[in-house]
């Protein structure tokens, strides 16, 4: 059963921007974390992009600081990934993720219950 529903991927010259939203409303908001990881082209590492603890503290990829920003609809429950400044390195698929709270994954894709099918991000010079 899906659970998690990404949408707002394509492609993107350098420079532009794109927002991405996912859909987590089947969850009850204050039983989970909620994320985005991402996995380019041609590798299988999942790296995490940006993540919403238990507390709402926020934490970011370092190669993304200043650039992207995670946000969320508390009322209907959809998280945001705003994208700036966008690069050909951020050309990936981007995931949604949700973890059970209390949550521990401190990135981990390991610790990650679940998933969202992806939208593809590509940024093109």
């Known amino acids: 059963q899906v659970k998690l529903t990404e949408t707002g991927g394509g492609s993107v010259q350098s420079g532009g921007s794109l927002r991405l939203a996912c859909d987590a409303s089947?969850?009850?908001?204050?039983?989970?974390?909620l994320g985005w990881f991402r996995q380019r082209t041609g590798t299988t590492k999942r790296e995490e992009v940006a993540f919403i603890e238990d507390d709402g503290s926020t934490r970011y990829a370092d190669s993304v600081k200043g650039r992207f920003t995670v946000s969320e609809d508390n009322e209907k429950n959809i998280l945001y990934l705003q994208m700036n400044g966008l690069k050909a390195t951020d050309t990936a698929m981007y995931y949604c993720?949700?973890?059970?709270?209390?949550?521990?994954?401190?990135?981990?894709?390991?610790?990650?219950?679940?998933w969202g099918q992806g939208t593809q991000v590509t940024v093109f010079s």
């Open positions: 089947r969850f009850a908001r204050t039983s989970i974390c």
């Open positions: 993720v949700a973890e059970l709270s209390p949550c521990y994954s401190r990135g981990d894709p390991q610790g990650i219950g679940y």
